[in-house]
């Protein structure tokens, strides 16, 4: 009983303590399991580098240093792509090359589509931060153009293999979290926000709306509560995609991956 009293006096203090910060990631993790974002945000373990992490921040580097520095031509976006090349998570120099071929291609494509791009580019890696009654939303917006009507549009990159339909897109929390970065944070209310799936080349836009900015407003309460409660329980049942499937003490496709040997 004196051990329940202390613990729950313990959590009112941590509860009543410095703002939470939150963001996209943050919450994604939580909610994909509570113990992962325990493992990366409390522990501070990094994420196990691999060919799909390192495929991704090669090409984001590489755009964002691109348009940065005003870059016209493709040859000045590949060069930049070899230099921004993260060399990590690859199990042999086979695997790099087809994954570098596969980001030059997305690449040479992306140049293509850019070419008729009727948008000017405003800010590209912009990060935004605004309080939130307890807690802090944090994020960086990929890019932001300004369309030939005025009005402005937030872009991800995104490149992974998947396409998502459109109803994932129309519902996907990241973007109305950056919808309301771009409102209360950097003064501006784009009117459409994209997704550009560089392995189709593909730029998928969709909206947001009041109330779905209230829904996500409601989730990053609830998962904040949580957060400030230690409340970090394991979700088994997500092992099998879990970055620290080999290494956490809770993973259940360790234990299945050792039974198949």
């Not at 410095?18 to 990366?40: Q, T």
């Not at 976006?77 to 596969?102: A, C, M, R, S």
């Not at 948008?119 to 300004?146: N, S």
Request: net charge positive.
């Amino acid at each position: 009983m004196i051990f329940e009293r202390i613990k729950n006096l313990v959590k009112t203090i941590f509860i009543k303590g410095p703002l939470l910060e939150l963001s996209y990631s943050k919450i994604s993790a939580y909610l994909f399991c509570p113990f992962k974002y325990k493992l990366i945000y409390v522990y501070k373990q990094k994420v196990p580098p691999n060919p799909y992490i390192s495929l991704g921040l090669s090409i984001h580097r590489a755009l964002e240093e691109y348009h940065k520095n005003k870059g016209s031509q493709l040859q000045e976006l590949i060069e930049t792509y070899d230099h921004e090349w993260v060399n990590e998570g690859f199990q042999n120099p086979q695997q790099t090359f087809q994954f570098y071929e596969k980001g030059k291609r997305m690449l040479t494509e992306y140049f293509e589509f850019s070419l008729q791009r009727k948008a000017e580019i405003v800010a590209v890696e912009k990060e935004f931060q605004y309080r939130v009654g307890p807690y802090i939303l944090r994020g960086i917006i990929d890019r932001i153009d300004r369309l030939p009507d005025g009005a402005y549009e937030i872009i991800d990159y995104k490149t992974h293999a998947e396409l998502w339909d459109q109803s994932r897109i129309d519902s996907d929390l990241q973007l109305t979290l950056y919808s309301l970065g771009a409102k209360n944070a950097l003064n501006i209310e784009p009117v459409t926000f994209s997704y550009f799936f560089l392995a189709h080349n593909k730029l998928m836009p969709t909206q947001r709306t009041k109330a779905q900015r209230q829904e996500a407003l409601k989730q990053l309460k609830n998962v904040s509560i949580k957060i400030k409660k230690q409340e970090f329980s394991p979700n088994t049942a997500q092992c099998h995609k879990c970055d620290f499937k080999q290494s956490c003490k809770y993973s259940t496709a360790k234990a299945i991956a050792s039974n198949a040997k």
